[in-house]
């Protein structure tokens, strides 16, 4: 079974609480629950890690490469558009990572149309609300049948 990791940054902790305009009312819980039944639904094992601290992002990147696992799909929040350091730490990644995030960034505040993820990121999936996460499951489970790492 392949393994997919499920990285959600500074801030998602709020989900459900913080501006559900752009981001809906579902709780991360509720998101973890629906991202683990979606993946076994593919066949994939799900893990999913949120940290508010980007020291233990990177750390928790680091692990995955130590890992081998198959896929990553992160919403760095805020990191997205400043953190070179988790930036750095998915470059060493040999598998493919997607970038999710529930809201369109590239419609929203001009500072949250640039990610310092993306150019490392396979793809992006933005503005789908819970769906994106769901649409990067689609993406990996196809990327890795597909036999493409």
Not at 78 to 91: F, N, R, V
Request: charged content about 20%; overall charge negative; aromatic content about 6%.
């Amino acid at each position: 079974m392949k393994k997919i990791l499920v990285l959600n940054g500074i801030n998602l902790n709020m989900f459900g609480k913080r501006d559900p305009a752009h981001y809906g009312t579902a709780t991360l819980e509720q998101i973890d629950a629906r991202v683990a039944a979606w993946g076994a639904e593919l066949g994939l094992q799900i893990d999913c890690f949120q940290t508010n601290h980007e020291g233990e992002m990177v750390e928790r990147i680091h692990r995955a490469h130590e890992e081998g696992v198959d896929a990553l799909i992160i919403n760095a929040g805020a990191w997205t558009h400043y953190s070179y350091g988790i930036a750095d730490a998915l470059a060493i990644l040999k598998a493919p990572v997607i970038e999710v995030h529930m809201s369109n960034i590239h419609a929203r505040e001009e500072f949250r149309h640039h990610s310092v993820i993306a150019g490392l990121a396979r793809g992006q999936i933005c503005g789908f609300g819970v769906g994106s996460y769901h649409l990067a499951l689609l993406a990996a489970s196809e990327l890795l049948n597909a036999g493409q790492e």
